[in-house]
């Protein structure tokens, strides 16, 4: 599975983004998905995940309340909803897909998050 991230870009504390991750097989509606970020000097983090059916959401408690995850597997695309962002949510933002319960087999290339306070 190729994945392609995008959406990415520069905005205002307090602003929004909506990331994409969009899948090259159709098969991607049988993997579970994630998002991932890494700031400059850090390890990169769990930001938030949803199962294939999009019936279960999971978030990294820095983002829960402001960003939600959601799914559109007839697009073969999941989407990461980001509201009033932070400077501390600068970062390099990953998608990446699994099909069990192991960890996650495919990433994408990322895409920049930028946050001016």
């Known amino acids: 599975v190729q994945l392609q991230a995008s959406g990415g870009g520069l905005v205002q504390a307090g602003g929004s983004l909506r990331l994409s991750c969009a899948a090259s097989?159709?098969?991607?509606?049988?993997?579970?998905m994630g998002w991932f970020r890494q700031a400059p000097g850090k390890e990169r983090e769990f930001v938030a995940a949803i199962i294939w059916s999009g019936g279960s959401t999971y978030y990294a408690d820095s983002v829960k309340g402001r960003f939600t995850i959601s799914r559109d597997n007839a697009r073969n695309t999941v989407y990461l909803q980001m509201n009033t962002l932070k400077p501390e949510d600068t970062a390099v933002y990953y998608c990446a897909a699994k099909n069990n319960g192991g960890p996650y087999d495919y990433w994408g290339q990322g895409t920049q998050v930028t946050v001016s306070s």
């Open positions: 097989e159709r098969t991607f509606r049988y993997y579970a």
